[in-house]
């Protein structure tokens, strides 16, 4: 079998496995060139929704990148990147929202941050700096959205670079039984104790993501912090980059709970993967606001607003709304859960089985009765995904959720396009995976 080896020239992340040279993708599943095919259960990193191969979005991008493949945002504008705002805008819950295309979760995390100062500034609110985030959450690899990020292993080396904002407790039901009203208060006590002169927002995944593993929270959980966080003037950044674009079973992940935010971001499925896209969605006020205030939005991006990127997304928004993917990814997902949860719900080392649509996490125990973790360098869920993977079937894991070293996850999240039959493919191969792996 043909790899690129980590001793070549490519500057990988994980640097000490060899990779398999990928030939092609169609729908579900990707091949590599000595002919293997791989089902794609993690949608890559929860990117891919709309599937491999979809030549209406290849053939959109090739239009506009043939008519004028790159133009500045500051001089001008794209009829696809228009086109987008305006169909964006009618599934975005946002009052007139207004959006600002770059092209990370990352970056767009880090925008929002400086958005929601410019906000608070533009209402002459200056002194609102603060951003507070969740203990255990993750919002990019930037040193900003580190700053509001919670997950220790990815902070840890660059605490002395940041500006490090305060966090509070996340909502863990498997590991931290508490009401959603108690959760939420964790949120106005920090305010109070910074001064809510000094808080300028809250940042927060909806149903949290690579390092809990799809933990939602309790159901009063988010209407109450939608409520504090309009009783002291701070902004409500709701951080949308996995569980946007239908994957959790509804467009956005805060549809759960009918909870509107003053700011999103979302990036993972808005392109499906064929282009490197993403959103900060704000209230059109606020944006009018900061225009009258302070004239211009203080941040920008090379590749902001690109031409080629709008038509990527505005083709995969299309798929997702003439296929009826969200609804698809409701159905798939409930019978994902069932299927799992009737195939590994006893087994000794599965303690926890949690997912909405198509976003499900797996976590791996022990001790089932008592909920201790394995030993972090056992590397179990590394160990399930590498055994997976060999027998074809790829998905995505993390270490850390029960204590921030300890504890193992495997998150599946396939596209949005699956049906019944390959939903079965996938839990026949993970159930295979986690039994010669674990017993």
């Keep these: 079998m043909r790899y690129a080896h980590p001793q070549g020239h490519v500057f990988y992340r994980k640097m000490n496995h060899a990779r398999p040279v990928i030939s092609h993708g169609e729908g579900i599943y990707i091949y590599d060139t000595d002919g293997k095919r791989y089902l794609d259960g993690s949608g890559g990193p929860l990117v891919v929704n709309v599937g491999h191969g979809r030549t209406e979005i290849v053939e959109a991008m090739q239009r506009q990148a043939q008519a004028a493949a790159y133009v500045h945002a500051l001089m001008f504008t ?3 990147l228009e086109q987008y705002a305006n169909e964006l805008a009618e599934v975005v819950p946002l009052p007139k929202p207004r959006f600002f295309l770059l092209s990370s979760g990352s970056e767009v995390v880090e925008g929002a941050l400086k958005l929601a100062r410019q906000i608070q500034m533009a209402r002459g609110r200056n002194g609102r700096h603060i951003i507070i985030g969740r203990s255990l959450s993750y919002h990019g690899m930037t040193l900003g959205a580190l700053s509001v990020s919670g997950k220790p292993g990815l902070r840890t080396p660059y605490l002395s670079m940041m500006n490090n904002m305060p966090h509070i407790r996340h909502p863990y039901p498997y590991r931290f039984a508490a009401n959603g009203l108690d959760l939420a208060d964790r949120l106005e006590e920090s305010i109070l104790a910074y001064g809510p002169n000094n808080v300028a927002a809250f940042i927060a995944e909806p149903i949290s993501g690579a390092s809990l593993g799809a933990a939602a ?6 209407p109450a912090i939608r409520d504090i ?3 002291h003037g701070v902004l409500l950044i709701a951080d949308e980059v996995l569980t946007g674009f239908g994957r959790t079973g509804r467009w956005w992940g805060l549809d759960h709970w009918d909870t509107v935010p003053d700011i999103m971001v979302s990036s993972k499925g808005a392109a499906g993967g064929y282009f490197p896209l993403g959103f900060i969605a704000a209230r059109g006020d606020d944006v009018e606001q900061i225009r009258r205030s302070l004239g211009d939005f203080n941040h920008g991006g090379t590749f902001s607003h690109h031409a080629v990127g709008a038509a990527a997304g505005l083709a995969t928004l299309r798929i997702l709304r003439q296929e009826n993917l969200v609804e698809n990814a409701a159905n798939m997902g409930r019978l994902l859960g069932q299927k799992l949860r009737a195939a590994l719900s006893d087994h000794p080392h599965v303690g926890d089985i949690r997912g909405r649509g198509l976003f499900w996490g797996l976590e791996l125990v ?3 009765a ?15 995904w590498q055994r997976a993977f060999d027998l074809g079937l790829i998905v995505y894991y993390s270490q850390g959720c029960a204590d ?3 504890g193992d996850l495997v998150m599946l999240g396939p596209p949005l396009i699956i049906n019944e039959a390959q939903v079965e493919e996938l839990v026949s191969i993970l159930v295979t995976a986690i039994h010669q792996v674990l017993g």
């Design 404 to 406: 921030g070293l300890n």
């Design 370 to 384: 008592t909920k201790e973790p394995f030993p972090v360098e056992q590397h179990m869920a590394s160990e399930i």
């Design 229 to 231: 966080c309009t009783r």
């Design 217 to 222: 929270p309790p159901d009063d959980y988010w």
């Design 78 to 80: 794209s009829a696809p």
């Design 366 to 368: 022990l001790d089932r």
